[in-house]
């Protein structure tokens, strides 16, 4: 007489368990249920301005800034959703209803550099026609898609209440990524 198997209902157990352990250990992205957005006013709007700085793309008036003394670097760095270091994969000009044109930035996340909420392996961005940015996008398209970029990134709640991401995107430089390191380290304490 054989003995029926007995693990085979305790490993359905174990299996289950391990599939909602797995599940429930992501992070909630920003516009993840526990986490209240705020709106895209004042001065949150002014930080992250959905630009990118023209040194970034090789345009500087400015030589010799030292990031690690750029206020707005480190208040990006300690309020933002995340930095990352990311690679631009797309740009769509479009227009919007009223025939006003915008620009959608496909973007790539290549490395965290700090914050709780980043934004994913790959995201989207967009770029008004009030944007500073708009103009460098026009004409710069071809040059810009490629690049490598740090980016300051926060989620919004939209006035339809969708989420939105709005950005500023500085160069990938050394310096530039030990001020956002130094930053999140005085956040810390």
């Known amino acids: 007489m054989t003995r029926p198997l007995a693990f085979p209902l305790s490993c359905c157990f174990v299996v289950t368990a391990v599939v909602l352990t797995i599940a429930s250990c992501g992070t909630p992205g920003p516009a993840g249920p526990t986490r209240p957005l705020p709106s895209y006013v004042g001065h949150a709007a002014e930080l992250f301005d959905d630009t990118i700085e023209p040194a970034a793309v090789g345009i500087s008036l400015d030589v010799g800034d030292d990031p690690r003394s750029d206020r707005r670097l480190r208040e990006r760095t300690q309020v933002g959703d995340a930095v990352v270091r990311l690679r631009v994969t797309t740009i769509t000009a479009k227009e919007d209803e009223n025939g006003a044109p915008f ?87």
Do not use: Y
């Open 103 to 189: 620009f959608i930035l496909g973007l790539h996340t290549l490395e965290s550099l700090a914050g709780a909420f980043p934004p994913g392996d790959t995201f989207e961005v967009t770029v008004r026609k009030t944007s500073p940015s708009a103009g460098l996008l026009k004409g710069m398209q071809e040059q810009i898609v490629g690049k490598t970029f740090v980016g300051f990134v926060r989620a919004f709640v939209a006035a339809d209440g969708d989420q939105e991401i709005h950005f500023h995107l500085a160069p990938d430089t050394k310096l530039e990524i030990v001020a956002v390191k130094d930053a999140a380290a005085l956040a810390g304490l």
